[in-house]
């Protein structure tokens, strides 16, 4: 815990300590990696290779995960036969639509949550934050019947509308923390320039501009990781990576290598993101609560 | 170029109260300091004077026109604020054009104020720089650009040089009187620093409580405070108190505190008089209005002992005890005496504050 | 000289213009047009979320009061409090919440005791970077392809995390997901590979506030790492920890991707955690009077847990945002 500027003095005992931390440290990057590299190795495995196991209590096998013929069959069948280009184009779609709705009226919003005081501004924010916090079997029968009774079902604007439903509050909730931090100070300055109050909120929109970026990025992975609003409100029509990815699975035969390849696609786009939004990744995950 | 009045104005944020029926009129062109300890109202002031807050009560003209309804930008007002408020994401040169652009000039005529500016504030090397890249007194220029640029009617500075180190403060002080001079712009000036007061301003509003407590030049301020709080606030090292008792009566009164025994002149003594003063009364006296002599046959008025000694390089600053008190004097002194030594000190019996115990007026 | 010294009352009331309430915002935003201003910024969000969340949560309340029907034409028939009194002699309810406590207990402590260990050990190391990357990944994957890929591993012909229970000689009969307890270690496994990483980063972040100055005084004062870890960092960390812990159980009941997946709350229930069960109730046996009863149980704790949120983001005490923008 300590900074690297504290000294260490060396003893046997902290020796022993080091290697039990190298050791952890070892078992925890394996456990923490082996899974993905499982999955990406075995969405290029054909169904021989990727149910080879070596034998029970056989560790010198261990060899036989990456002793295979890499083979795109699983890509290529998913993005032909399957229609994947399809739902990821849904995907998309409706994770980004409902990103840019809620980033977009959540920010104007924050905004006037920041600035304004007002009876009954508490509750406002609980009310806010518990719409973001309700579990979504919860809400997910009555949100059904009126997406049916408006035809939304298996429609991406019903879909947009869905993820909304969790987009919007958190939008709100995070981006009122980042306006609380700029200072009144350069709206009154912008004020006695001469702006007009638009104009002054324009002045400070640079200031929060990456945060929003990130929360839009942020807002388009809840939306793309989505399973249970997608297979029931975009049943139908609006399909999504996920809930195609599930519908892999059939009564006789589970695709595995197919399934595995439907995760890398689902996946790697979001780590991507996950990198490019890395400094706020933990601020967005914890509602805003933890800055780093 | 214009004059500020501000007519009876009080401010209350709720039921609290944050200027008190304040009556103040800065002349055109004129360097308006309005000096307080933080919560006195100043900034309360200021700021409504640029309309960033609403006048609870009374009125405030800009020449003969009434402001009180006009929203900042059509004021014709710069401020520059305490954290500067520069806009992070724009350059100098940007900073400092925006309150041209917002006004719709041409761009051939921003950039020749800017860079007028610029130069008569010597920052035109850093026009490209962002805040960031700036230091504080750097920044200070930066703002005080943005507000100079557009020649307006009144400059509104709120502490602009807290933030800066004690030397880049002194040299500011100068500057910044220099330019207000050169601009011949009617200015009020916010500090708590009342030696920025003391030093740039053509007369001080000084403010306590939300309520002014009086509005003269550096110098009625320093020689004639109406009252303690005026008397201790200004000045430093600040005014040394004594609670003393009134002797005698007519033209031959005297100050008695322990075995001190203080003659006043014949007119302040007819002051007291008349303003008919109690028997007990605060006598105030500024450090630079005592001498000092080491020893104990020094034949002064009042026997001490030092506390401490701190010389300040040129003057000494030094602490003395006696009775329950202790004194500051300030002087030049060649013999550097030790803790405890015996010491006499002598009243400058002209330069006397006398002041109501209950009140605090004053009295002289 | 000008010297206020009468003291007069303050003007009548109606001399204040605009003037509500102000703690801290500046009166540029507390007047009648700025308010009116704000409002608009406001209105269409606070709509727009009050048809989505308002309006079903109202629909809730009337099919928790009835016994909805499903075929047309039939209207639903008024059940008064039934629905709700029928939850207290109703087994798998009750199993359900316990599931549910039991499954997010063994989540939590893995999770939190891994993640603190990984972050102390990882804070100011030359492996810090590294690490984080490799922590974002798990974080990224859809819950329902984290489920997928584990099903892949506990499988009992070809599972990788299979052979090796099974090569170490833990699992004697039997596959993972089909015992009733290695099942529920099989989910808590799950969630514990994909959300140890936020710990862990929500624990570095608290850890670089911890006052390097405490530490150093508590060191010079004789304390040794170890004591220095208990009795200064984890203090330190405890706002951060109490926010991991209260978002990742909220997690744990509000995502159930993973658990439908993987196990559909099998075998023999082991794993049917509460809304798993409300999962079954609404859209499996289609009794949406009752399911609505349970939603609103679930509910309960969401204001619950909310409200102790909100308290914890006012708290100044608890202040554990940095001052001014990242």
């Given at each position: 815990?300590?900074?690297?500027?504290?000294?260490?003095?060396?003893?046997?005992a902290?020796?022993a300590f080091?290697?039990?931390v190298?050791?952890f440290l070892?078992i925890f990057?394996?456990?923490?990696?082996?899974?993905?590299?499982?999955?990406l190795t075995?969405?290029f495995?054909?169904?021989?290779?990727?149910?080879k196991l070596?034998?029970?209590?056989?560790?010198?096998?261990?060899?036989?995960?990456?002793?295979?013929?890499p083979?795109?069959?699983?890509?290529?069948?998913?993005?032909?036969?399957?229609?994947?280009?399809?739902?990821?184009?849904?995907?998309?779609?409706?994770?980004?639509g409902?990103?840019?709705?809620?980033?977009?009226?959540?920010?104007m919003?924050?905004?006037?949550?920041?600035?304004a005081?007002?009876?009954?501004?508490?509750d406002l924010?609980?009310?806010?934050?518990?719409?973001?916090m309700?579990?979504?079997?919860?809400v997910?029968?009555?949100l059904?019947?009126?997406?049916?009774?408006s035809g939304?079902?298996?429609?991406?604007?019903g879909?947009?509308?869905?993820y909304t439903?969790f987009?919007?509050?958190?939008?709100?909730?995070?981006?009122?923390?980042?306006?609380?931090?700029v200072?009144?100070?350069?709206?009154?300055?912008a004020?006695?320039?001469?702006?007009?109050?638009?104009?002054?909120l324009?002045?400070?929109?640079?200031?929060?501009?990456?945060?929003?970026?990130?929360?839009?990025v942020?807002?388009?992975?809840?939306?793309?990781?989505?399973f249970?609003?997608?297979?029931i409100?975009?049943?139908g029509?609006a399909?999504?990576?996920?809930?195609?990815?599930?519908?892999?699975?059939q009564?006789?035969?589970?695709q595995?290598?197919?399934?595995?390849?439907?995760?890398?696609?689902?996946?790697?786009p979001?780590m991507?993101?996950?990198?490019?939004?890395r400094?706020?990744?933990v601020?967005?995950?914890?509602?805003?609560a933890?800055?780093? | 170029?214009?004059s500020v009045?501000?007519?009876?104005?009080?401010k209350?944020?709720?039921?609290?109260m944050?200027v008190?029926?304040l009556?103040?009129e800065?002349?055109?062109?004129?360097?308006?300091?309005?000096?307080g300890?933080?919560?006195?109202?100043?900034?309360?002031?200021?700021?409504?004077?640029?309309?960033?807050?609403f006048?609870?009560?009374?009125?405030?003209?800009?020449?003969?026109l009434?402001?009180n309804?006009?929203?900042?930008?059509?004021?014709d007002i710069?401020m520059?604020?305490?954290?500067?408020?520069?806009?992070p994401?724009?350059?100098?040169?940007?900073n400092?054009?925006?309150p041209?652009?917002?006004?719709?000039?041409?761009?051939t005529?921003?950039k020749?104020?800017?860079?007028?500016?610029?130069q008569?504030?010597?920052?035109?090397?850093?026009?490209?720089r962002?805040?960031v890249?700036l230091?504080g007194?750097?920044?200070?220029?930066?703002a005080?650009?943005?507000?100079?640029?557009?020649?307006?009617?009144?400059?509104?500075?709120?502490?602009?040089?807290?933030h800066?180190?004690?030397?880049?403060?002194?040299?500011?002080?100068g500057?910044l009187?220099?330019?207000?001079?050169r601009?011949?712009?009617?200015?009020?000036?916010v500090t708590?620093?009342q030696?920025e007061?003391?030093?740039?301003?053509?007369r001080?509003a000084?403010?306590?409580e939300?309520?002014l407590q009086?509005?003269g030049?550096?110098?009625?301020?320093?020689?004639h405070?109406?009252?303690?709080?005026?008397?201790?606030?200004?000045?430093?090292?600040?005014?040394?108190?004594?609670d003393?008792?009134?002797?005698?009566?007519?033209d031959?009164?005297?100050?008695?505190?322990?075995n001190?025994?203080?003659?006043?002149?014949?007119?302040q003594?007819?002051?007291?008089?008349?303003?008919?003063?109690a028997?007990?009364?605060?006598?105030?006296?500024r450090?630079?209005?005592?001498t000092?002599?080491?020893g104990?046959?020094?034949?002064?008025?009042?026997s001490?002992?030092?506390?401490?000694?701190?010389?300040?390089?040129?003057d000494?600053?030094?602490?003395a005890?006696?009775?329950q008190d202790r004194?500051t004097?300030?002087r030049?002194i060649?013999?550097?005496?030790?803790?405890?030594?015996?010491?006499g000190?002598?009243?400058?019996?002209?330069?006397?504050?006398?002041?109501?115990?209950?009140?605090?007026?004053?009295?002289? | 000289m000008?010297?206020?010294?009468?003291?007069?009352?303050p003007?009548e009331?109606?001399?204040?213009?605009?003037?509500?309430?102000?703690d801290?915002?500046?009166?540029?935003?507390n007047?009648q047009?700025?308010?009116?201003?704000?409002?608009?910024?406001l209105?269409?969000a606070v709509?727009l979320?009050a048809?989505?969340?308002?309006?079903p949560?109202?629909?809730?309340?009337?099919?928790?009061?009835?016994?909805?029907?499903?075929?047309?034409?039939?209207?639903?028939?008024w059940?008064?409090?039934?629905?709700?009194t029928r939850l207290?002699?109703d087994?798998?309810?009750?199993r359900?919440?316990?599931?549910?406590?039991?499954y997010?207990a063994l989540?939590l402590?893995?999770?939190?005791?891994?993640?603190?260990?990984?972050?102390?050990i990882?804070?100011?190391?030359?492996?810090e970077?590294?690490?984080?990357?490799?922590?974002l990944?798990?974080?990224?994957?859809a819950?329902?392809?984290?489920?997928?890929l584990?099903?892949?591993?506990?499988?009992?012909?070809?599972?990788?995390?299979?052979?090796?229970?099974?090569?170490?000689?833990?699992?004697?009969?039997?596959t993972?997901?089909?015992?009733?307890?290695?099942?529920?270690?099989?989910?808590?496994?799950?969630?514990?590979?994909q959300?140890?990483?936020?710990?862990?980063?929500?624990?570095?972040?608290?850890?670089?506030?911890?006052?390097?100055?405490?530490?150093?005084?508590?060191?010079?004062?004789?304390?040794?790492?170890?004591?220095?870890?208990?009795?200064?960092?984890?203090?330190?960390?405890?706002?951060?920890?109490?926010?991991?812990?209260?978002?990742?159980?909220m997690?744990?009941?509000?995502?159930i991707?993973?658990?439908?997946?993987?196990?559909?709350?099998g075998?023999?229930n082991?794993?049917?955690?509460?809304?798993?069960y409300?999962?079954?109730?609404?859209?499996?046996?289609?009794?949406?009077g009752?399911g609505?009863a349970?939603?609103?149980?679930?509910?309960?704790l969401t204001?619950?847990?909310?409200l102790?949120?909100?308290?914890?983001?006012e708290?100044?005490?608890?202040k554990?945002?940095?001052?001014?923008?990242d």
């Amino acid at each position: 815990m300590a900074s690297r500027e504290i000294v260490r003095y060396k003893s046997p005992a902290r020796t022993a300590f080091s290697v039990l931390v190298i050791l952890f440290l070892i078992i925890f990057f394996v456990w923490t990696v082996l899974p993905l590299a499982i999955m990406l190795t075995s969405s290029f495995k054909d169904l021989l290779d990727a149910f080879k196991l070596p034998a029970e209590g056989d560790w010198g096998g261990v060899g036989v995960m990456f002793d295979f013929k890499p083979t795109g069959a699983h890509y290529v069948e998913l993005f032909t036969e399957k229609h994947f280009g399809e739902y990821m184009r849904n995907s998309l779609i409706a994770s980004l639509g409902s990103a840019v709705v809620s980033v977009f009226l959540g920010s104007m919003a924050a905004y006037a949550l920041s600035r304004a005081e007002f009876r009954g501004k508490k509750d406002l924010l609980f009310w806010i934050i518990s719409t973001r916090m309700a579990p979504v079997v919860a809400v997910m029968v009555p949100l059904y019947v009126i997406f049916r009774s408006s035809g939304l079902v298996g429609t991406l604007p019903g879909l947009i509308l869905a993820y909304t439903t969790f987009n919007l509050p958190f939008a709100i909730w995070i981006l009122k923390g980042f306006f609380d931090n700029v200072p009144y100070a350069i709206e009154e300055a912008a004020l006695c320039d001469g702006a007009n109050r638009w104009q002054a909120l324009r002045m400070i929109m640079p200031l929060v501009a990456p945060g929003v970026g990130a929360f839009i990025v942020l807002c388009v992975l809840f939306g793309w990781n989505d399973f249970l609003f997608a297979s029931i409100i975009g049943s139908g029509g609006a399909k999504t990576l996920p809930v195609a990815t599930a519908e892999l699975v059939q009564p006789v035969k589970i695709q595995w290598g197919s399934i595995m390849a439907a995760g890398v696609v689902t996946t790697v786009p979001m780590m991507f993101l996950g990198l490019l939004i890395r400094r706020y990744l933990v601020t967005g995950l914890t509602m805003g609560a933890v800055r780093e | 170029m214009t004059s500020v009045t501000i007519k009876d104005v009080w401010k209350y944020y709720g039921k609290t109260m944050a200027v008190k029926e304040l009556n103040i009129e800065v002349r055109d062109n004129e360097f308006l300091c309005l000096l307080g300890p933080s919560g006195c109202g100043k900034s309360s002031t200021l700021r409504m004077l640029a309309g960033l807050e609403f006048i609870s009560s009374g009125e405030v003209f800009f020449g003969d026109l009434k402001v009180n309804d006009i929203p900042p930008r059509d004021r014709d007002i710069a401020m520059v604020f305490e954290n500067y408020a520069l806009y992070p994401h724009k350059t100098v040169f940007e900073n400092m054009a925006n309150p041209l652009k917002l006004q719709r000039m041409n761009k051939t005529d921003i950039k020749e104020r800017v860079v007028w500016a610029a130069q008569m504030l010597e920052i035109e090397e850093l026009l490209q720089r962002k805040p960031v890249e700036l230091s504080g007194g750097q920044k200070q220029r930066t703002a005080i650009g943005r507000a100079i640029v557009r020649e307006p009617k009144v400059f509104l500075f709120d502490e602009p040089i807290a933030h800066l180190d004690a030397k880049l403060r002194s040299h500011m002080r100068g500057e910044l009187k220099h330019l207000q001079r050169r601009l011949e712009t009617t200015t009020v000036y916010v500090t708590h620093d009342q030696l920025e007061g003391m030093t740039m301003a053509d007369r001080i509003a000084v403010m306590h409580e939300g309520v002014l407590q009086q509005l003269g030049t550096p110098g009625e301020i320093y020689n004639h405070p109406v009252n303690e709080f005026v008397a201790g606030f200004v000045g430093e090292p600040p005014m040394n108190f004594l609670d003393c008792r009134i002797e005698g009566a007519g033209d031959s009164a005297s100050l008695v505190y322990d075995n001190m025994n203080l003659a006043l002149g014949g007119e302040q003594s007819r002051i007291l008089e008349t303003k008919g003063a109690a028997r007990e009364v605060r006598l105030g006296i500024r450090p630079d209005d005592l001498t000092i002599e080491m020893g104990t046959d020094h034949g002064l008025e009042l026997s001490a002992k030092i506390f401490v000694t701190e010389p300040l390089g040129g003057d000494m600053l030094i602490e003395a005890d006696f009775g329950q008190d202790r004194m500051t004097i300030k002087r030049k002194i060649a013999e550097l005496g030790q803790p405890g030594d015996a010491c006499g000190i002598a009243v400058n019996s002209e330069k006397l504050h006398v002041f109501d115990r209950d009140t605090g007026e004053a009295f002289f | 000289m000008a010297v206020n010294t009468i003291h007069r009352e303050p003007p009548e009331q109606s001399a204040y213009r605009g003037v509500r309430r102000v703690d801290h915002s500046p009166q540029i935003f507390n007047n009648q047009p700025a308010r009116y201003y704000l409002m608009w910024l406001l209105l269409p969000a606070v709509l727009l979320l009050a048809a989505i969340s308002l309006y079903p949560f109202v629909w809730l309340i009337y099919m928790s009061l009835h016994e909805v029907q499903l075929a047309p034409g039939k209207s639903d028939l008024w059940a008064g409090v039934d629905n709700f009194t029928r939850l207290f002699s109703d087994k798998s309810f009750a199993r359900g919440w316990v599931t549910l406590f039991k499954y997010s207990a063994l989540c939590l402590s893995v999770e939190i005791s891994l993640g603190v260990l990984v972050a102390v050990i990882l804070n100011n190391s030359r492996l810090e970077k590294l690490f984080i990357t490799i922590f974002l990944m798990p974080m990224m994957m859809a819950p329902v392809v984290a489920g997928f890929l584990y099903m892949f591993l506990y499988n009992g012909t070809f599972g990788w995390y299979f052979w090796l229970l099974r090569s170490l000689g833990v699992l004697d009969g039997g596959t993972i997901l089909g015992n009733k307890s290695w099942a529920m270690a099989g989910i808590v496994a799950t969630d514990v590979w994909q959300w140890t990483p936020l710990i862990a980063l929500i624990t570095l972040a608290g850890l670089k506030r911890v006052p390097q100055e405490q530490l150093e005084a508590n060191m010079v004062d004789g304390a040794g790492p170890l004591r220095n870890f208990f009795s200064v960092a984890l203090p330190n960390l405890y706002p951060f920890l109490l926010i991991a812990i209260l978002l990742r159980f909220m997690d744990n009941f509000r995502f159930i991707d993973t658990i439908l997946i993987m196990t559909g709350g099998g075998p023999a229930n082991a794993t049917k955690i509460l809304p798993t069960y409300l999962f079954d109730v609404s859209f499996k046996f289609f009794e949406l009077g009752r399911g609505a009863a349970i939603a609103f149980t679930l509910l309960l704790l969401t204001i619950l847990l909310g409200l102790i949120l909100t308290k914890i983001f006012e708290d100044p005490t608890r202040k554990i945002k940095t001052d001014g923008m990242d």
